[in-house]
Structures are given as C-alpha cells and as structure tokens.
C-alpha cells in the first residue's frame, strides 16, 4: 500500500512538474496574455483535466512559477554570500553577481518575476496570493538591508535607511537587467556585468563613509 502511494505521489509530482516546465517555456515565448491552458496541456501532453488537479486557472500556475523563480534567486544570493569576503562592500558584490547570474542562468524565471505580468490586471485581482509574493520579495530585500546594516555598525557605510537603500539598489539592477533584455545596451559595446560594476562603483561610493 505504501509503495503504492508513493508511487502515485511520484507520477503526480510529475504530472505537476510537466505542466509547471511547459508552462514556463510558453509564458518566456508568448508573454502572460498570450498563454493559455490549452497551450500548457497541450505542450506538456497532458489533459485539462490534468491542468485543474494541480491548478484552478493560468494565474495560480503563473504565481507557482513566480514563487520558484523567487526561491532560485533567494538560494543564489545565499551561496554567493557564503563563499563572499566578510566586508558588507564584497557582500553586495556577491548579491549584485548572484542577481546577474539568475538573469543569465534562469532568464525565463527572470521575465515571470520581474516582467511578463506586467500591465496585465487580472494578475493582481487575488489580493492575497499578491501579498504573498510581496512578502518573498520583502525577504530577500530584508537580506540586502542586513548587509548594508552591517555596513553601518562596521562604519562602512554612512548612516542610511538600510531597507530604503536596500530597495533602491535592488530597483538599480532591475533596470540595468531590463534594459538587457530590451536589448538597449548592445549599442553601447558594453556588457551587462560592466553595466552592473559601473552602477555598483555608483552606488557604493554614494555610501560608503570617507
């Protein structure tokens, strides 16, 4: 009986799992609007009654994959702190390059949490699963304001808001990201990691303490 239901579990998880990487690829091709369930089961060839085991609508697996995008990002940021230097300044390098590898590394996760949802209002109607995104979001900010509260106490980095800068900085990498993927920088003969060196050399030394 248990193997049984252990088995059933695995081909679920699966099923799940299918649907979750079809719906990925479409939604980075196509854009929110543009996918459908009819899309999603047919890419991953399972039925639609499959697609509402697992999912009521096109939003709730849309917000699944926003949520697993967000715990990628999350697990990066983390390693990079880990093999990082003790100064709070080597540690936002190390969130900086963590961000710029899950853009290169997970571009379609990048466009499902940071883009694609975009000027489509339908996707902020459950304000609770809003929330809830809000807070995953809040908590890896919550991780860059420790740094640069570290910063501060270890007389790095001027007395500033750490969230405040936190958020402001985070904003900073979004929009050298996003203008990769407007492809607005190519012209200019830099890459992306020079663009994001240059705005951090910016932004540290507007905080650092002279």
């Given amino acids: 009986m248990n193997k049984q239901r252990a088995r059933t579990g695995s081909e679920k998880e699966y099923r799940k799992e299918q649907l979750k ?11 929110f609007k543009s996918t459908t369930v009819a899309m999603i089961t047919k890419k991953s060839l399972l039925s639609p009654a499959a697609f509402y085991l697992y999912f009521t609508n096109k939003i709730a697996i849309y917000r699944q994959l926003n949520k697993d995008g967000i715990d990628i990002l999350e697990k990066l940021i983390r390693e990079a702190l880990q093999n990082s230097k003790d100064s709070s300044i080597d540690k936002l390098h ?21 883009i694609l949802h975009l000027g489509n209002t339908e ?6 699963m809003v929330r ?13 304001a420790s740094i640069i509260e570290e910063g501060i106490h270890a007389n790095e980095f001027k007395r500033i808001d750490p969230m405040k800068t936190a958020v402001t900085l985070w904003g900073m990498i979004d929009g050298v990201l996003i203008l990769e993927v407007k492809k607005s920088t190519g012209f200019t003969g830099f890459s992306v990691d020079e663009l994001i060196e240059q705005m951090m050399e910016i932004v540290l030394h507007g905080i650092m303490e002279e």
Avoid: P, S
């Avoid at 990925?24 to 196509?30: T, V, Y």
């Avoid at 996707?123 to 609770?128: G, H, L």
């Fill in 21 to 31: 990487k079809a719906a990925l690829q479409l939604f980075a091709k196509n854009g």
């Fill in 94 to 114: 190390a969130i900086a390059h963590a961000y710029v590898n899950f853009f290169k590394k997970y571009q379609q996760y990048f466009y499902i949490t940071e």
């Fill in 123 to 128: 996707f902020f109607y459950d304000t609770a």
């Fill in 132 to 144: 809830e995104l809000e807070d995953r979001t809040l908590q890896i900010l919550g991780i860059v």
